[in-house]
Each structure stands twice: as structure tokens, then as C-alpha cells.
């Protein structure tokens, strides 16, 4: 089924390629790929694939998840790292009972990397490129990044942009609020989609409210019920506008929840 094509004129070009119609016929040669080679060559192997949660969309997709399936579970020498960001349809693949993937194997919830990991870590990117920040600027960027992997190196970046030689507490502030600009519109059309009830949900949480279904809160913050709470709070989490975390719920994007605290509950 692989495919070579080599030319041997001035350019020498070659290619790599696959029959697609002969993968069609004989698809387990290459579901079995890794493992075969991980056996001919007698070692261990990780396969890491991202975006798994999209196999939901293929063409027959349960019809391919069960073939895949079959065949991945008798792999000894091969061990399969599926992972992607969006949590609630990566979960649906391997717990939902009526799924090829159900219990295939361990599900492990990532937290974000805690603030103490990232201030060594921006103090040292900073000091080799010969500009001074001190410990506490360093966890000042992370501490408003909220520890966000993406946020945390935009900003530190932003601010290592601006810095001469040494990193003063207006330097994070001032591209800390551009950022949050920038995505303001961004942020707005996501924010029309919601309902009020949705919006006041938020305006909850970023006011550290904890206890989301008792009357008070419910009355205060205009949520209707005990129970509209609760389809508020799985609706958020389908549209990744949240999450639940350890410590409770908590706003995803943490510019988007600065954005909301300082630009639109004014």
C-alpha cells in the first residue's frame, strides 16, 4: 500500500504516499502499523494524538471507532495517548456507555500549571536574554494569566517586548489591558449568545459566589430556579465557556473573565 515515487530528472523529487483504495480493502494493515513495528524492532511505543475528540465527526464514525477499537485493544506493544482540550466531547467518547470507546482506558483530568512552576520558569527566559524581573514581577504575570499556559507566555512575551533592561509593575499592567482589548470583540460576540440567565451565571462566579443554587443567590442574581441553575451550568461547560475544577467552578479564559469584570459589569 505505501507508496514511492522518485524522479530522476535535475529536480530529484520523491514523494511518500498511500493508496487510498487499496486502504480502503485492507485497513488493518495500517491500525496495526504501529504495533507490528513496535514488535519488529522489539521496543515499546507511544502513539499521542490530538483532537481525538473529532473522530465523532468521520464518515460511519461508530462503524470506525469500532474497528479501531478491535484492533487497538489487542496491541501489547503499543500504548495510545488520546488528548485534546475541549473536556466535555472527549469525555463523551470514552464514557458513554452507547460508544466503541467506553472505559477504553484511564481518563486523566490535566489542572493548570500552578504558579510556582511558571515563576522560575519566565524569571529564567527573561534573565537569559539579559533583561532583570524579579521574582514577584514573575508570578505577577502569572498570577494575572491565571496560570493559562497560552495567556502566560502572550503576556509574558508582551511585556518582555516593552521591558529595556529591567521589568517594572506598569510594564505588566499596560499590555495586560491591550490584551483584553484586543480580544474585547471577540469576547462581545461570544457574550451575545448567551442568555441573561447565562450572563448572570457568570456574574456570579466572578464575584466568587461558591453556593450557585441557594435562594439568595438564585433571587440576587435573577437564575429562576434551583434547577435552570443546573441546565445553566452544563450548558456553560458545553459551550467551554467553563469548567469544573477541583476547587469549583471556574471561567475558562481568564482574559475573557477580566473582561468581564472590568468592562462589562460597569
Not at 41 to 64: M, S
Not at 67 to 81: F, G, I
Not at 117 to 130: D, K, L, Q, Y
Not at 219 to 232: C, E, H, T
Amino acid at each position: 500500500m505505501p507508496r514511492i515515487s522518485f524522479s530522476p530528472d535535475s529536480q530529484q523529487e520523491f514523494s511518500l504516499g498511500l493508496n487510498r483504495n487499496e486502504l480502503k480493502k485492507q485497513p488493518g494493515e495500517i491500525l496495526d502499523l504501529a504495533e507490528n513495528i513496535a514488535q519488529s524492532k522489539k521496543c515499546k511505543l507511544v502513539i499521542c494524538i490530538d483532537e481525538f475528540q473529532n473522530i465523532a465527526f468521520f464518515e460511519d464514525t461508530l462503524a470506525f471507532q469500532k474497528k479501531l477499537r478491535s484492533h487497538w485493544q489487542t496491541h501489547q506493544s503499543v500504548s495510545y495517548c488520546l488528548y485534546d482540550s475541549k473536556r466535555p466531547m472527549l469525555t463523551d467518547v470514552f464514557t458513554s456507555p452507547s460508544l466503541p470507546f467506553y472505559k477504553f482506558g484511564d481518563l486523566l483530568f490535566l489542572s493548570r500549571i500552578t504558579i510556582n512552576f511558571w515563576v522560575p520558569v519566565i524569571a529564567e527566559r527573561f534573565r537569559s536574554t539579559g533583561k532583570g524581573i524579579s521574582d514577584s514581577e514573575a508570578e505577577k504575570i502569572a498570577v494575572m494569566a491565571e496560570g493559562h499556559s497560552y495567556y502566560v507566555q502572550q503576556l509574558a512575551q508582551l511585556v518582555w517586548l516593552r521591558t529595556g533592561n529591567d521589568v517594572t509593575s506598569g510594564i505588566i499592567e499596560e499590555p495586560m489591558d491591550g490584551l483584553v482589548l484586543q480580544m474585547s470583540l471577540l469576547f462581545q460576540g461570544i457574550t451575545e449568545n448567551l442568555t441573561t440567565p447565562q450572563v448572570n451565571f457568570l456574574k456570579l462566579l466572578i464575584d466568587g459566589e461558591t453556593r450557585h443554587t441557594t435562594r439568595a443567590n438564585i433571587d440576587k442574581y435573577q437564575l429562576g430556579s434551583s434547577a435552570n441553575v443546573i441546565r445553566i451550568n452544563k450548558s456553560l461547560i458545553e459551550k467551554e465557556i467553563i469548567d469544573e475544577q477541583p476547587g469549583g467552578l471556574i471561567i475558562l479564559d481568564p482574559v475573557y473573565s477580566t473582561c468581564f469584570r472590568y468592562y462589562y459589569f460597569i
